[in-house]
């Protein structure tokens, strides 16, 4: 059971459906404790991407990746665009020619993701940001389909820890105490990028 | 040399109303709020660069520190020459320690007129990017609001505020300040906002300041002057002298009423690279 280019694909295309649907969500967080355009950025961004996978349909996982990477810095902005942007670019570094990744080749490539995403952002764990959900969701040593479940379930409780956090990074640390109580809205657009990985990244 | 800028737009003029002669050679729109992405910024630096390299002045937002550093490294991959200042002007962020550190707000405007004059007088690049951080360091601000504004995508106003409130030491994208309070008379805000801003750098007496006081789009013009003639009042008691001064709207937040007061203590350089002539559509004097 591995990650192959149709897994993926079907991948990316449910996440852009989930932003989508959650689009007002999204934006109802970010105007809590941001400015209120995460919704909105996001779902420009994922549009993008859609419209750059007509052309990949032959391409390998790292050139794939890192197209991804690059429609969302060139199209969605703000931190959101940079830091997504490096995550699926460092997925593509790290999945290099292959048309498929075994589950372990999945793991290391979906950790160098999250590692570029930290050192882009220079966020730890607990700073109330998309980190808290990410760096749950590295899930090792079982079968693709339950290791895509627990990781989904892990991004969401560390979605969900973020409510009483108080943020130390991004706009929301302006806030500072008034911060708590709230939802990290980049916390949850990564909860719903691993959410959509967990339903479609292995063939059902 | 040349000087690029950019930024969320819902900032107007700021930055494309900076565009011209002795100010900005190019500027960078995001969405409304939201920071230009490094593709924008790389074409703008190689549409600029005329060999001798670019300044780039990026207001101190997570979003825009990636967005330009991504696009600083396209850039030297091409071997164009960028030097990144940052601004962190706004004194109403305490806990910097905590946070993404002081927002780049009012002082952004002067930097862009000073440093774009220094530029047209043929400052190298490591001069421009050292007069920038002067400004930067010289400069304090802090602004607050009677109203909110309304993102247009969104479509509802970015935060709550009672008619009878306003927030002191807001952000340019509606972030929260220091407090939310009943609304006061306009002398007693003035003083709200200007003491913590002399308290800060410090400023003392007989330095030499530029006075800017500025529109968050819903303030008239008349409000403005009510602002200013107060804080020169204060500067004065304080013994700062208001050398030169800039008054209207020239870093907004939308339709949000409210002001924000900066001062920069000025030198006999920083005051010559004002004078010069600049000729844009937001800022134009000389000849």
């Not at chain 1, 790290?94 to 930290?118: C, M, N, Q, R, Y």
């Not at chain 2, 805000?189 to 500025?214: H, T």
């Amino acid at each position: 059971m591995d990650v192959t280019r149709e897994g993926v694909f079907k991948w990316l295309e449910r996440s852009a459906q989930a932003l989508r649907e959650n689009r007002d969500y999204l934006t109802q967080l970010d105007a809590a404790i941001g400015d209120g355009d995460h919704g909105a950025n996001m779902d420009r961004g994922f549009q993008a991407v859609l419209t750059r996978l007509k052309e990949m349909a032959d391409q390998d996982l790292g050139t794939v990746f890192k197209a991804v990477g690059m429609a969302l810095v060139s199209s969605v902005g703000g931190a959101a665009g940079p830091l997504y942007g490096t995550f699926f670019m460092q997925l593509g570094i790290a999945s290099g020619a292959k048309a498929a990744l075994t589950p372990e080749e999945w793991v290391d490539a979906f950790e160098a993701g999250v590692k570029g995403v930290i050192k882009r952002g220079k966020a730890g764990p607990g700073d109330k940001t998309m980190i808290d959900a990410l760096r749950s969701a590295v899930a090792e040593g079982k079968p693709l389909d339950e290791a895509l479940r627990l990781a989904a379930a892990a991004a969401e409780k560390g979605m969900k820890d973020t409510i009483p956090m108080v943020a130390r990074k991004g706009r929301a640390s302006y806030l500072g105490e008034r911060s708590a109580g709230h939802q990290d809205p980049g916390a949850t657009s990564s909860y719903l990028l691993l959410r959509a990985a967990a339903e479609t990244l292995v063939g059902s | 040399m040349a000087v690029l800028s950019g930024g969320g737009s819902g900032h107007e003029p700021m930055h494309g109303g900076f565009v011209g002669v002795g100010m900005l050679d190019a500027a960078c729109p995001g969405a409304v709020f939201t920071s230009p992405t490094p593709e924008q910024m790389y074409e703008a630096t190689k549409a600029v660069h005329s060999g001798s390299g670019v300044l780039y002045i990026v207001k101190n937002y997570s979003g825009d520190i990636m967005n330009f550093d991504m696009a600083l490294d396209l850039a030297a991959a091409d071997g164009i020459e960028v030097e990144s200042v940052v601004i962190d002007d706004d004194v109403a962020v305490e806990d910097s320690l905590y946070t993404q550190g002081r927002r780049g707000v009012g002082t952004t405007v002067l930097a862009e007129k000073i440093c774009g004059a220094a530029a047209e007088e043929g400052y190298d690049l490591k001069r421009l990017a050292d007069l920038c951080r002067k400004v930067n360091e010289n400069g304090r601000s802090m602004g607050m609001a009677l109203t909110s504004c309304t993102v247009p995508h969104v479509g509802t106003p970015t935060f709550e505020l009672g008619e009878d409130e306003m927030e002191i030491g807001i952000g340019i994208h509606g972030e929260p300040g220091r407090q939310r309070m009943k609304l006061k008379p306009a002398d007693e805000v003035v003083e709200m906002l200007l003491e913590p801003i002399i308290a800060d750098l410090p400023y003392k007496a007989g330095d030499e300041v530029l006075l800017f006081v500025n529109s968050m789009g819903g303030t008239p013009l008349i409000e403005l002057y009510v602002v200013y003639r107060k804080a020169h009042q204060l500067c004065q008691a304080k013994g700062l002298k208001v050398v030169r001064n800039l008054i209207g709207p020239y870093i907004t937040s939308l339709e949000m009423a409210g002001t924000s007061i900066t001062l920069l203590r000025m030198d006999d350089e920083l005051i010559r690279l004002w004078d010069a002539p600049v000729k844009t559509p937001a800022l134009r004097w000389g000849n």
